[in-house]
């Protein structure tokens, strides 16, 4: 299989190079030439697979440089690390109603399914090519990704990684995982700004040829570890085989039958990934795209019109606040019919005037299998309180933007296709504001947040959290956009 860029469909790389770049040199980003398709029968047998087999097998058909058995290696080191026996479980909540827990990893958020891969990817990929020069990790976070990445990277021989979030726009909780990470080859720094500020500096140093010549030199090449790189979304598009292949084998569906899957959407990469799977085979009915007050994404759905130009809100679903959705550009590709002039000539429109228009009519004919809604922050608090309430299930903010979405969608289309609700994070990590949304009262303090939390639901508390409380915080920087540059050449000189 080979890669092509979304800005210059003619460049063709292959699967090790899309991943050891992450971002193509024209500023794209790399997508399969094709989709290979996934029968319903392989559907089937995925019921008796593990969770690692189902991964190595959906891995495989994109990979041809790996083999079964190094993918499975790999899939099985990685889902050894979740504390749930199946890696991403599916609840059955209500009749129809599903939710696939994707929170089970080692940092309590659904990146950690592909961060717990990704290192291990790119480590394979620097020997499959002899790459000699060291792996520069660079990642711009909205909070969950900064995590997940550190702990996928951390002490990975030949790789350094440096990770930015933006200072005010992060839970505590997902502060102090990051800032109290150990490692030799660790960097941490908050932004003065917010997640598109920070993503948008990192993707500038990516693609500027002075900082790649200059870090050259220094015996360095870069890599991404957010969504834009290859070897992030393909694991990603496992979970959604998982999940059907779950419910076929507990009859809750019958072979071939569609389902709706509601994804909380911030960066595009998750529903991406749903999308990817639709178009492998998998029978999906709807993908719907929830967003919370940041809807730039409902809006481009409904009305054609990507207008990033608008309020930044933070809200109590800060993985999901941003604006400049990078993934979409992979969807856009495939809305143009791949014409990379269109995307770059769209691309250099979003960057110039802030928007970007593809027709309605395309949208609607061709790809009517998204649907967009949002919830509001008082939405998203009732929803964390009905779940509880009516199932006695706790989720966290993410999640609820989710359902509350689903909701909505219900009550206008009354489709009653079975639903997979994809729950991003462990309520754990937001605890101030699912015990406000559950409890009685704010509790402002996160550990005692934790503990209340623990007492009303009884779910257990992972490790990971509790341990936060006495851990030290090791990196204290903030910086201003304009230093992250010179923060990355200071840091090379010293590695
Ligand atoms: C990253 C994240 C999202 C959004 O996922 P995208 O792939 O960026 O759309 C949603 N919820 C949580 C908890 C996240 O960490």
């Known amino acids: 299989m080979k890669y092509i860029s979304t800005r210059n469909a003619s460049h063709a790389v292959s699967g090790v190079e899309a991943i050891l770049t992450g971002i193509s040199p024209d500023g794209g980003l790399f997508v399969p030439e094709s989709f290979p398709q996934v029968s319903l029968e392989k559907i089937k047998e995925m019921e008796e697979m593990t969770y690692a087999e189902r991964a190595a097998y959906v891995m495989g058909l994109y990979l041809d440089e790996f083999s079964e058995e190094e993918l499975l290696a790999i899939a ?155 070897g992030r979304l393909l694991p990603q598009i496992t979970y959604y085989f998982s999940a059907y292949a779950d419910m076929l084998s507990s009859g809750e569906i019958k072979e071939g039958e569609k389902v709706n899957f509601c994804v909380p959407t911030g960066n595009f990469g998750d529903i991406l990934a749903g999308y990817y799977a639709f178009k492998m085979g998998l029978p999906v009915q709807k993908l719907l795209c929830a967003s919370n007050i940041n809807n730039v994404l409902t809006d481009f759905f409904n009305s054609g019109e990507y207008d990033a130009s608008r309020d930044f809100h933070k809200t109590i679903s800060p993985s999901m606040d941003i604006l400049i959705s990078s993934n979409l550009e992979r969807l856009v590709f495939e809305m143009v019919d791949r014409d990379g002039d269109k995307v770059k000539e769209l691309m250099s429109e979003l960057k110039e005037t802030g928007k970007y228009e593809i027709p309605l009519s395309v949208i609607r004919r061709s790809f009517g299998v998204f649907s967009a809604g949002f919830a509001d922050e008082e939405e998203t608090m009732e929803s964390m309180y009905n779940t509880f309430d009516e199932y006695g299930y706790v989720i966290d903010p993410h999640t609820a933007v989710g359902l509350s979405v689903y909701d909505n969608y219900l009550m206008i289309t009354g489709d009653q296709t079975p639903v997979v609700i994809l729950s991003t994070a462990s309520p754990y990590k937001f605890a101030q504001d699912v015990y406000e949304a559950v409890g009685e009262s704010r509790v402002e303090d996160p550990f005692k947040a934790v503990k209340k939390l623990h007492s009303l639901t009884g779910m257990e508390i992972p490790n990971g959290i509790s341990a936060l409380e006495t851990a030290e915080p090791r990196f204290t920087d903030v910086l201003k956009k304009s230093e992250i540059k010179q923060k990355v050449m200071e840091r090379v000189e010293k590695a």
């Not at 889902?79 to 089970?104: I, M, N, Q, S």
């Not at 990817?121 to 790459?131: F, H, Q, V, Y």
């Open 76 to 230: 099985n080191r990685a889902y050894d690390r979740f504390d749930d026996e199946d890696a991403c479980p599916l609840t059955k909540v209500d009749d129809g109603l599903f939710v696939l827990e994707l929170w089970h990893g080692p940092t309590f958020a659904f990146k950690d399914v592909a961060l717990t891969v990704l290192p291990q990817l790119i480590s394979s990929c620097r020997e499959k090519k002899g790459e000699k020069m060291k792996t520069l990790v660079l990642v711009a976070t909205s909070g969950d990704t900064g995590k997940a990445a550190l702990e996928g990277f951390k002490d990975v021989a030949g790789t350094e990684i440096m990770v930015f979030y933006p200072d005010e726009g992060v839970s505590d909780m997902q502060k102090l995982q990051m800032i109290t990470t150990g490692g030799e080859n660790t960097y941490v720094a908050g932004i003065r700004g917010n997640f598109d500020d920070a993503q948008t500096a990192v993707k500038t140093i990516f693609t500027d040829p002075a900082v790649a010549e200059e870090l050259k030199e220094k015996g360095y090449v870069m890599s991404s570890a957010n969504s834009i790189n290859w």
